[in-house]
């Protein structure tokens, strides 16, 4: 009994990451913001190698990249609930619809000062 429970779990748990790859793959096949997110990540990448970046750089840039498309999904999921609740112009879903956008700009911009903190100096470094 208690193996089948486990077999159950091990499934519920694995099932999960099929659900997740599915709002994932949403998100690349009609969320604008989100591609766009996605082909900057995969530029600063490639940048990061061609500049060899440290280890600490390393954490800083992809911490910037995995919260930035993490908030894009969960943007994505905040508009889409509010859209499914009401399609009228509620004073609310505006407030939970634009906090939500506004959590997106805040780590934009977070992630554009780490940039410019790893990225900057290495570019002036290679115009001298």
């Not at 779990?9 to 009609?30: D, N, P, Q, T």
């Not at 600490?56 to 499914?84: H, P, Q, R, S």
Request: aromatic fraction near 14%; charged fraction near 20%.
């Amino acid at each position: 009994m208690a193996s089948q429970d486990n077999h159950t779990r091990l499934k519920r748990f694995f099932r999960g990451f099929v659900y997740a790859w599915s709002g994932i793959r949403y998100g690349l096949a009609y969320e604008g913001n989100f591609r766009f997110h996605t082909f900057t990540a995969i530029i600063v990448c490639l940048v990061g190698m061609y500049f060899e970046i440290t280890k600490m750089e390393w954490f800083f840039v992809l911490t910037a990249i995995g919260g930035m498309l993490a908030l894009e999904l969960v943007n994505t999921a905040v508009e889409k609930t509010v859209d499914m609740i009401t399609k009228d112009n509620h004073p609310l879903a505006k407030v939970a619809k634009d906090t939500a956008a506004g959590a997106v700009l805040v780590y934009a911009i977070y992630s554009v000062i780490i940039g410019l903190i790893i990225f900057l100096p290495r570019f002036m470094d290679k115009m001298i």
